[in-house]
T-cell receptor, first 114, second 112 residues
Framework: EPEVTQTPSHQVTQMGQEVILRCVPI?????FYWYRQILGQKVEFLVS????????KSEIFDDQFSVERPDGSNFTLKIRSTKLEDSAMYFC????????????FGNGTRLTVT | AQSVTQLDSHVSVSEGTPVLLRCNYS??????LFWYVQHPNKGLQLLLK??????LVKGINGFEAEFKKSETSFHLTKPSAHMSDAAEYFC??????????FGRGTSLIVHP
């Protein structure tokens, strides 16, 4: 069964550095998402992406964050200048489209900001 | 608008006993609903979805859920719990025009 894959599985970075988290969604999916989960807390929506543009974003997704689909397969989340509080698991998801399409998640990237 | 309520933050069962995770919804029309599971250090995985085709929906890993309009419920059940079922479970309305969010979920604890 096709999967959403995320790389790297772990990323350690220093405060103020830029990081790029990478995702390869399922190939025929049209909607893409990023979520994050701070340790011990709930899964929080960051952003959704459709037709090469952001369709929805949360308050968390401020100017430090950006997303891109640089080619036909990758979907990236960039954090421009990381802060300690950005430490979390970041999950990418994709779906075929439509309100009844389930989300398919990757296994996440654990980001640690020191 | 659709919303769901998971009535229990934690459910604790013994291995081999039945599992019941409760979810109630509020909607002015017949909803679509999903159950997802998150195992430790993993992403969320779809367990099953209800889209009005059948009231009893079978999912993966032996789980099923029954949509009961009279009770506005979509509870998740499994006849016999395994240790590997220990995880966080989320009842979620469909995306529609809403930001797809996951609440706190129900933590299932399975004792040997």
């Amino acid at each position: 069964e096709p999967e959403v894959t995320q790389t790297p599985s772990h990323q350690v970075t220093q405060m103020g550095q830029e990081v790029i988290l990478r995702c390869v969604p399922i190939s025929n999916h049209l909607y893409f998402y990023w979520y994050r989960q701070i340790l011990g807390q709930k899964v929080e929506f960051l952003v959704s992406f459709y037709n090469n543009e952001i369709s929805e974003k949360s308050e968390i997704f401020d100017d430090q964050f950006s997303v891109e689909r640089p080619d036909g397969s990758n979907f990236t989340l960039k954090i421009r200048s990381t802060k300690l509080e950005d430490s979390a698991m970041y999950f990418c998801a994709s779906s075929e489209g439509g309100p009844e399409s389930p989300l398919h998640f990757g296994n996440g990237t654990r980001l640690t900001v020191t | 608008a659709q919303s769901v309520t998971q009535l229990d933050s934690h459910v604790s069962v013994s291995e081999g006993t039945p599992v019941l995770l409760r979810c109630n919804y509020s909607s002015s029309y017949s909803p679509s609903l999903f159950w997802y599971v998150q195992h430790p250090n993993k992403g969320l995985q779809l367990l099953l979805k209800y889209t009005s085709a059948a009231t009893l929906v079978k999912g993966i890993n032996g789980f099923e859920a029954e949509f009961k309009k009279s009770e506005t419920s979509f509870h998740l059940t499994k006849p016999s719990a395994h240790m590997s079922d220990a995880a966080e479970y989320f009842c979620v309305p469909p995306r529609g025009s809403y930001i797809p969010t996951f609440g706190r979920g129900t933590s299932l604890i399975v004792h040997p």
